[in-house]
């Protein structure tokens, strides 16, 4: 199955400054990207997702990067604020078409964004 | 619009105990899923569903069962809860659509089996 591996594990930037996750995959079926936000005691909630047809999308102060020869893909986060901190999740899912879109995440980073 | 809907929201059982977790969502999605979450690692899919009537094993399956008789409801069962299954419990659903649709969350069932 896939596996899916995120770096760094823990992350701690001052106000202002910016942020990058990286994550990586092994199945090159792979074809769906999403990332996650995970605020303490709350659901983990969609903040930007990329599909394999695309390289990189950005949505303001968040963009994401995708390499499918690398199998590697990237969370950037500009002009980080307190509220950004947060553990993040990096997923790849793969469409099968009778079995239904399996998610694989990564273990999670840890961010603070200190003041 | 509720979207997807967990209880209990907190549970403590003890060693042998069984429980049932129940997931319900009103967004009309077919796929429906069982994640645990421990730290350190993780989303780990236990089961999974591509509609009512069907279930899959995902990653984690052992110690776990699932039914999902309406397709709004998806229910996980522990029939003889150990303490490796004291965990965060998270379902979440998505549409079955081309490409890919992503999932949706509850809010999340805090199990303690002592």
């Known amino acids: 199955g896939e596996n899916v591996e995120q770096h760094p594990s823990t992350l701690s930037v001052q106000e202002g400054d910016s942020a990058v996750i990286k994550c990586t995959y092994s199945?090159?079926?792979?074809?769906?990207f999403p990332w996650y936000k995970q605020e303490l005691g709350k659901r983990p909630q969609l903040i930007i997702d990329i599909r394999s047809n695309v390289g990189e999308k950005k949505d303001q102060r968040i963009a994401v990067t995708l390499n499918k020869t690398a199998k590697h893909f990237s969370l950037h986060i500009t002009e980080t604020q307190p509220e950004d901190s947060a553990v993040y999740f990096c997923a790849a899912s793969t469409d099968f078409r009778n079995t239904g879109n399996q998610f694989y995440f990564g273990t999670g980073t840890s961010l603070t964004v200190i003041p | 619009n509720a979207g997807v809907t967990q209880t209990p929201k907190f549970r403590v059982l003890k060693t042998g105990q069984s429980m049932t977790l129940l997931c319900a969502q009103d967004m009309n999605h077919e796929y429906m899923y069982w994640y645990r979450q421990d730290p350190g690692m993780g989303l780990r899919l236990i089961h999974y569903s591509v509609g009512e009537g069907t279930t899959a094993k995902g990653e984690v399956p052992d110690g776990y069962n699932v039914s999902r008789l309406k397709k709004q409801n998806f229910l996980l069962g522990l029939e003889s809860a150990a303490p490796s299954q004291t965990s965060v419990y998270f379902c979440?659903?998505?549409?079955?659509?081309?490409?890919?649709?992503?999932?949706?969350f509850g809010n999340g069932t805090r199990l303690t089996v002592t």
């Open positions: 199945d090159s079926a792979s074809n769906y």
């Open positions: 979440a659903s998505s549409l079955r659509q081309r490409p890919n649709s992503p999932l949706h």
